[in-house]
């Protein structure tokens, strides 16, 4: 089974490029920005990033946001999704900072006088250090501070922006910083990455309500559309599956997709998920009236962000040396290609079946690919003798095949109405810093982070002009 046959993508998909705030603004600490947690770690552990390269400059897109939204125009992209830094739009008072909305102000006029339009994301991993400090997603105090950070920017940008998002990948953060312990503050338990997740969630829930309730008032446009963006990400097992391999990928399934996916469309959390949890002993802080709130979360489309696929076996052990129940181990398919500079497995066929299960399961839902991307170690191995990169040998195969598969679930039924792809500009990557790269275009960190096209642009270029995925 492939999807080489597939090379047409409809005539109104669209296509553009994901960024994100704390990713690329820089001007870590002009306009009355607060101190977020990446600055927090960056200041209190600058080793913790690829060669000490902490959060403070984004690609300096800050300063030069008018050629950025020139060249995505060049591209023939005709959307970007950014997050505004919620450390920049609020103070610490949580009331709106004038210089930082005036600034979001420029750079979306900016991209409309490109002939680009943003889409606007309100969180990338990135709270302002002070919440954090009293509690993160596990408060309630920080949960409202959102919801209220939310509601000003939709009263502030609802008559400009068309298409929000609630959250950039909400899974990330209960996992990388609350269950591996591998993002700041560190921790490795179960139970309080679940705490943080339902915490998200209500967060997410009070915003859509808040939305809706800013839309029917006038105050956001009537056009606008809100939703989700989760890296969803396939879950698969052996060949010849065990009950328990099965229930493997129920639970991680059931953790990292349904859970959002059931939120999104039915305003509640997947029931055989939250049971087999409290079998466990993982029971949410739930108060009464919760549900009313989850009810409210309920989007108008959703962003799919894909990278990989998740590999998982029948765990080796019920409780883990920390305590924490275990639903499944990692498996290594002997089969898989690596992109080695990420340690990410590279499987297109993976975007296709997720499609297809949205397809099938949730079959009202409108989606897009919101990020996939391949980022390489400094692009070292394509630089030509004349000093260009010439990546042509892995980004265009990589998004080839990733597009062809979605044609062919488009041909199939998918309700996919465009690509984002991750970066476009290279941009600073969380601990990886500038280690790998995804661009079409250069950042040339040597001359003031000057842009460069890389020879893949050309390609990308004739793909958004014709719609065939040569
Ligand atoms: C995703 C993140 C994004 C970027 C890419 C490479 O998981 O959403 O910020 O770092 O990975």
């Known amino acids: 089974m492939s999807a080489q046959a597939h090379n047409q993508l409809p005539d109104d998909f669209f296509f553009g490029a994901a960024l994100s705030g704390p990713q690329t603004e820089g001007m ?27 959060s403070y400059a984004g690609n300096d897109m800050g300063a030069r946001y008018e050629q950025d939204f020139a060249l995505f125009h060049d591209l023939g992209l005709s959307s970007c999704r950014t997050s505004i830094q919620w450390s920049r739009l609020m103070d610490a008072d949580g009331q709106l900072n004038p210089e930082g909305a005036a600034f979001y102000h420029k750079l979306f006029a900016a991209a409309r006088e490109a002939g680009v339009e943003v889409f606007v994301n309100l969180y990338h991993f990135d709270m302002p250090a002070y919440l954090f400090r009293r509690g993160g997603w596990e408060s309630r105090e920080a949960i409202e501070a959102y919801a209220s950070y939310a509601r000003a920017a939709f009263a502030e940008f609802g008559q400009e922006i068309e298409h929000w998002f609630t959250f950039n990948e909400p899974i990330v953060e209960p996992e990388q910083r609350y269950e591996h312990g591998t993002w700041y503050p560190f921790v490795r338990d179960f139970a309080r990455a679940r705490c ?19 839309q029917a008032s006038g105050v956001v446009r009537p056009d606008a559309k809100i939703g989700l963006i989760n890296c969803f990400a396939p879950p698969y097992t052996r060949e010849d599956p065990s009950e328990a391999d099965l229930e493997a990928v129920r639970m991680t399934d059931g953790l990292c997709n349904r859970w959002w996916l059931d939120l999104v469309t039915k305003g509640a959390l997947p029931a055989d998920v939250m049971e087999t949890l409290a079998e466990r002993g993982v029971t949410m802080p739930v108060r009464p009236g919760d549900d009313a709130i989850l009810a409210q979360g309920v989007v108008d489309w959703l962003g799919f962000n894909y990278y990989q696929p998740r590999r998982v076996q029948a765990p080796a052990q019920d ?37 297809m299960t949205m397809t099938r399961d949730y079959p009202d839902l409108e989606w897009f690919v919101s990020e996939n991307g391949i980022g390489i170690e400094e692009d070292r191995a394509a630089r030509t003798a004349d000093g260009a990169i010439d990546d042509t040998a892995y980004r265009v195969p990589f998004v080839r095949d990733h597009l062809r598969w979605i044609a062919r679930a488009i041909d199939e039924g998918a309700r996919c109405r465009g690509y984002h792809y991750w970066g476009v500009i290279d941009c600073w990557s969380w601990n990886n810093a500038y280690k790998n790269r995804y661009g079409f275009v250069e950042v040339d960190l040597t001359h003031d982070y000057e842009r460069r096209l890389k020879a893949s642009a050309s390609w990308l270029r004739e793909v958004t002009a014709t719609h065939v995925i040569a």
Do not use: T
């Not at 998200?200 to 829930?205: E, G, M, R």
């Open 28 to 54: 870590w600490q002009a306009q009355g920005k607060l101190e977020n947690l990446w600055d927090l770690w960056s200041n209190q552990d600058i080793r913790a990033f690829h060669n000490r390269v902490g």
């Open 319 to 355: 409780i883990d040396e920390y305590g924490n129940p275990c639903f499944a181990d990692p498996y290594v398919w002997k089969d898989a290609v690596m992109n080695k500079s990420r340690g990410w497995e590279i499987y297109p066929k993976g975007i296709y079946d997720f499609a």
């Open 196 to 214: 943080v997740q339902y915490g998200i969630s209500l967060a997410h829930s009070l915003a859509v309500g808040a939305f809706r309730e800013l």
